[in-house]
């Protein structure tokens, strides 16, 4: 399973590779100036708190209001109730820290689809 993995925070970065490792995912980092990469993902995971103003405004809108191809996760302390609330409607995994629990949830749908 691959997953993307925006942020700009080493730290973060470095315990998501522990998270990936652990479960046996490919962790691929992407940072603000990947954002129109256009490469495929399994799974997508957004630091927003290290993201900056203008592409974690663009990254919530995204999220919020449009369906995903892919599993996503978002972690930040800086999100409103109403934004969780959004987001999870579209069913975004929001928490406030990376948790090695978000690849658990980003990997139950690739793990339940026949090979």
């Given at each position: 399973?691959?997953?993307?993995?925006?942020?700009?925070?080493?730290?973060?970065?470095?315990l998501a590779r522990n998270y990936a490792?652990?479960?046996?995912?490919?962790?691929?980092?992407?940072?603000?100036?990947?954002?129109?990469?256009?490469?495929?993902?399994?799974?997508?995971?957004?630091?927003?708190d290290f993201l900056g103003p203008e592409?974690?405004?663009?990254?919530?809108?995204?999220?919020?209001?449009?369906?995903?191809?892919?599993?996503?996760?978002?972690?930040?302390?800086?999100?409103?109730?109403?934004?969780?609330?959004?987001?999870?409607?579209?069913?975004?995994?929001?928490?406030?820290?990376?948790?090695?629990?978000?690849?658990?949830?980003?990997?139950?749908?690739?793990?339940?689809?026949?090979?």
């Open positions: 399973m691959r997953i993307a993995y925006w942020s700009t925070d080493l730290v973060n970065l470095d490792d652990e479960r046996a995912f490919t962790l691929c980092p992407m940072f603000p100036r990947d954002r129109d990469v256009e490469e495929t993902f399994d799974a997508a995971i957004y630091d927003l592409l974690r405004h663009t990254i919530l809108a995204d999220l919020s209001f449009v369906p995903q191809p892919h599993p996503v996760a978002v972690h930040s302390f800086n999100l409103e109730e109403f934004e969780i609330a959004l987001l999870r409607k579209q069913g975004v995994a929001v928490r406030r820290r990376l948790e090695s629990e978000l690849f658990e949830v980003l990997g139950r749908p690739a793990l339940a689809q026949p090979a």
